[in-house]
């Protein structure tokens, strides 16, 4: 039978408002971390990333803040646009500090935005 | 044009019945990665590869085995597929030998056994 799997949190915001997608991470190793976006159909893709000896890094409409004492993440989207509507994942390693190539998701949110 | 493929896009198959899925990339990239992806639960790591012959374990590696006998092709093979396995699988490449956030992933293979 089909699988039940938990609901997604979704954020609805409208159009040219800020958004901020939050994050949990679950291991203290993590020390480089990465958000993805995902649309309906297609493969994640790549948004921003951050290592752990920064606190804030800032791309193109987007900036990502790391809280490592109590293990946060958030995605701030600057003047979100109806293009922005996605799957939003943010992803965890402890590639830094260990020879790893594993990499763990977080659950994941839905962004809609409202025009 | 630079990207990953998969192949089969769309697969339905019975239970036991071994198959193999295909994941190659065309830009000399070290680091190859499967994952699954199933409704509510985001993306979980199978397998990852940071060069030719090297492979590891990822979250999930249960029920699913790896080879990496050349750059550029990293199958995917289910011995045994079961129900569970039931999902939309990604394969993703990325050029750095360690984990990078600029993975470029494959278009994703969608997995039903029955």
């Known amino acids: 039978g089909e699988s039940v799997g938990l609901h997604l949190p979704t954020l609805s915001v409208q159009e040219g408002d800020n958004s901020i997608i939050n994050c949990a991470y679950s291991n203290s190793a993590s020390d480089y971390f990465i958000w993805y976006k995902q649309e309906s159909g297609k493969g994640p893709q790549f948004i921003i990333d951050i290592r752990s000896n920064m606190d804030k890094r800032q791309g193109q409409r987007v900036t990502v803040l790391l809280n490592k004492t109590v293990k946060h993440l958030s995605l701030q989207i600057a003047a979100t646009q109806p293009g922005d509507s996605a799957v939003y994942f943010c992803a965890e390693s402890p590639y830094l500090s260990s020879n790893t190539g594993k990499l763990i998701f977080g659950q994941g949110t839905t962004l809609q935005v409202k025009p | 044009e630079a990207q990953v493929t998969q192949n089969p896009r769309y697969l339905i198959t019975v239970t036991g019945k071994k198959l193999t899925v295909t994941c190659s990339q065309n830009?000399?990239?070290?680091?190859m990665s499967w994952y699954r992806q199933d409704p509510g639960l985001g993306l979980r790591q199978i397998y990852y590869s940071m060069n030719v012959e090297v492979t590891d374990k990822g979250d999930v590696p249960e029920g699913y085995k790896v080879s990496r006998k050349e750059k550029r092709n990293f199958p995917l093979i289910l011995e045994s597929p079961s129900p569970n396995q039931t999902s939309l699988y990604f394969c993703?490449?990325?050029?750095?030998?360690?984990?990078?956030?600029?993975?470029?992933f494959g278009p994703g293979t969608r997995l039903t056994v029955t």
């Open positions: 993703a490449s990325s050029p750095s030998g360690r984990v990078t956030g600029e993975q470029y």
């Open positions: 830009m000399n990239h070290e680091y």
